[in-house]
Nanobody
């Protein structure tokens, strides 16, 4: 049974930082592309960042590039999302997802497994 478990969300003031973690089990972690997505109330789920299987390639949405950093530790079956200079518009539920042989990291439908999400709230 594949499980993706996000953690690290919370309430932070604008300009602050948070680090999200996504711990995976039940799959050959190093064979999967991992993506972070977020969904704010009343909005569609949007791509935030993605990382290739060995971590050599990373991709970011324009809205977070330069502020967020995605990384992975395959020995720990974990992916991280370091979020700096947070803005109120970053408030959302953040999800990690795992996909096998993904070509386009920014497409939610390309992913095979999803976590339950962790809430990030940025106050102004």
């Amino acid at each position: 049974q594949v499980q993706l478990l996000e953690s690290g969300g919370g309430l932070v003031q604008a300009g602050g930082s948070l680090r999200l973690s996504c711990a995976a089990s039940g799959l050959t972690f190093s064979s999967y592309v991992i993506g972070w997505f977020r969904q704010a109330p009343g909005k569609e789920r949007e791509f935030v960042a993605g990382i290739s299987t060995r971590g050599g390639n990373t991709y970011y949405s324009d809205s977070v590039r330069g502020r967020f950093t995605i990384s992975r530790d395959n020995a720990k079956n974990t992916v991280y999302l370091q979020m700096n200079s947070l803005k109120p518009e970053d408030t959302a539920v953040y999800y990690c997802a795992a996909g096998y042989r993904i070509i386009r990291m920014n497409v939610p439908g390309a992913y095979d497994y999803w976590g339950q999400g962790t809430q990030v709230t940025v106050s102004s």
